[in-house]
C-alpha cells in the first residue's frame, strides 16, 4: 500500500535552517507530482509546494517562496524540502503528499510531522 | 489567489441524518481543459486529510457512497446522505485547477 514518511521536524530558533525528508513506497514514486502542505496547530490546510515527477516543474506558496526548496530524488523515492529564514508563522505539521494520477489532487497524505519555531 | 469560502464552519448533525457543506470559489473552478479541478478531503480528529471526492463528484477509491459531491463554475456541495459516528470530523474543499491550490477554511461535522 501507498506510504509517505515524513521525518526531520523539530524544534528550532527563528532564522535558522530545517531540512525535511519524506520517503515513499507502495507506488512508482518517479510517476507522480508531490506536494508539501502544511497545518498550523488547530488551523486549516495550507498548501506549501509542489514538485512535477521529474523534479524539473515546481511551484511554492507566496509565503515561503525564496526560502523553501522542494527536491526529490527518484532513484531513492525520496523528497526533501529544505527551509531556510525560518519564522513562527512556519509552526506546523508538514505533510508529505501524493497527486492522483492524470487528475489535479492529492490522494495520499503521509502522519506528518512536526516544525516548531520558536526563540 | 483563488480563495475557497465554506459554510457553515460547524455542523451539528443527528447520527442517521443527512449532512450538507458547500464552497464557494472566488472565480471560476474550470481549468482551460475543460475540467473543474475541485476535491473534498476528510480530517479525522489526530488523522492526516483523506481524499473523499475529486473533479466534483468522483469518489476516491474505499469511499462510501453515502458521500456524494456536486456543483459547477464556483459553487460546490458535498453531501453526506446518512451521518454515521466515523464521519466526524473536518471537511475542506480544495482546489488545484490554478497555483497556488488553496482549501476552505474547513467544516467541523459533529454529533448531536
Known amino acids: 500500500q501507498v506510504q509517505l514518511v515524513e521525518s526531520g521536524g523539530s524544534v528550532v530558533q527563528p532564522g535558522t535552517s530545517l531540512r525535511l525528508s519524506c520517503a515513499a513506497s507502495?507506488?512508482?514514486?518517479?510517476?507522480?507530482?508531490i506536494h508539501w502542505v502544511r497545518q498550523a496547530p488547530g488551523k486549516g490546510l495550507e498548501w506549501v509546494t509542489m514538485i512535477s515527477w521529474d523534479g524539473r516543474i515546481k511551484f511554492y506558496a507566496d509565503s515561503v517562496k525564496g526560502r523553501f526548496t522542494v527536491s526529490r530524488d527518484n532513484s531513492r523515492n525520496t523528497l526533501s524540502l529544505q527551509m531556510n529564514s525560518l519564522r513562527p508563522e512556519d509552526t506546523a505539521v508538514y505533510y508529505c503528499?501524493?497527486?492522483?494520477?492524470?487528475?489535479?489532487?492529492?490522494?495520499?497524505w503521509g502522519q506528518g510531522t512536526l516544525v516548531t519555531v520558536s526563540s | 489567489d483563488i480563495v475557497m469560502t465554506q459554510t457553515p464552519l460547524s455542523s451539528p448533525v443527528t447520527l442517521g441524518q443527512p449532512a450538507s457543506i458547500s464552497c464557494r470559489s472566488s472565480?471560476?473552478?474550470?481549468?482551460?481543459?475543460?475540467?473543474?479541478?475541485l476535491s473534498w478531503l476528510q480530517q479525522r480528529p489526530g488523522q492526516p486529510p483523506r481524499l473523499l471526492i475529486y473533479k466534483i463528484s468522483n469518489r476516491f477509491s474505499g469511499v462510501p457512497d453515502r458521500f456524494s459531491g456536486s456543483g459547477a463554475g464556483t459553487d460546490f456541495t458535498l453531501r453526506i446522505s446518512r451521518v454515521e459516528a466515523e464521519d466526524v470530523g473536518v471537511y475542506y474543499c480544495m482546489q488545484a485547477t490554478q497555483f497556488p491550490w488553496t482549501f476552505g477554511q474547513g467544516t467541523k461535522v459533529e454529533i448531536k
Open positions: 507502495g507506488f512508482t514514486f518517479g510517476s507522480n507530482g
Open positions: 472565480q471560476s473552478l474550470v481549468h482551460s481543459d475543460g475540467n473543474t479541478y
Open positions: 503528499a501524493k497527486d492522483l494520477a492524470m487528475t489535479y489532487t492529492i490522494d495520499y
